[in-house]
């Protein structure tokens, strides 16, 4: 089975910190993304991957960075956290071929104070 | 006008019951379409992908009618296990291409006793 683990499920931080949210996958999938959830707004994509040391914009990747050393690992970076990025964060990955396929991780529920 | 559209529900059905839901889309060059489930507190994962001439899995059915720019899923003899929310999924195509999930706010389903 397909695993992609995120390294916190809750995370609570404050105003201006700077936040590092981890993701691994073990099935050498090419494509890796970043999501994040609010009610009422659905999945939207802040950035993703499809290779290692390659990075693309999503649809919101104000305040937020990524990096990807490792073909296995992706991270989000928050450089200075704000109130309106308290959200769920979801990590998921696939194969270039086959892209329709996300496998997510867990989830992490961000609170910024 | 959002890209991909959702009644947000919920749909209270008994149990065996027949329901529908539909989602509309934006973007008329979209090439590809899907339908994600996400339980509560959970990671969204991929419930089947929607091929024009119709396709069915089981009790599920999706459909695509392009030239009103709208997806359907049907579930027949709904189970209490079907509760969750059902995501309508489009790919679009990126600026500097690629390819881009973009997600329905979600359609939540309660099948009841």
């Known amino acids: 089975d397909v695993k992609v683990t995120q390294s916190s499920r809750y995370l609570v931080k404050r105003t201006g910190e700077k936040v590092f949210l981890e993701c691994v996958q073990d099935m050498d999938h090419e494509n890796m993304f970043w999501y994040r959830q609010d009610p009422g707004l659905g999945l939207r994509l802040i950035y993703f991957?499809?290779?290692?040391?390659?990075?693309e914009k999503g649809d919101i990747p104000e305040g937020y960075s990524v990096s990807r050393e490792k073909k296995e690992r992706f991270s989000l970076i928050l450089e200075s956290a704000s109130t309106n990025q308290t959200s769920m964060y979801l990590c998921?990955?696939?194969?270039?071929?086959?892209?329709?396929?996300?496998?997510f991780g867990s989830g992490t529920q961000l609170s910024v104070l | 006008r959002k890209e991909v559209e959702q009644d947000p529900g919920p749909f209270n059905v008994p149990e065996g019951a027949t329901v529908a839901f539909n989602c509309t889309y934006s973007n008329s060059a979209s090439q590809s379409f899907f339908w994600y489930r996400q339980d509560c507190r959970k990671e969204p994962k991929l419930l089947m992908s929607v091929y024009s001439s119709g396709n069915e899995d089981g009790r599920f059915t999706a459909q695509l009618n392009r030239a009103s720019q709208y997806i359907s899923l049907l579930i027949r003899d709904s189970k209490l296990s079907d509760s969750a929310t059902y995501l309508c999924v489009v790919n679009g195509i990126l600026t500097g291409g690629g390819n881009k999930l973009t997600f329905g706010t979600g359609t939540q389903l309660k099948v009841e006793l």
């Open positions: 998921a990955s696939s194969f270039r071929q086959g892209y329709e396929k996300l496998f």
């Open positions: 991957s499809y290779d290692v040391k390659m990075k």
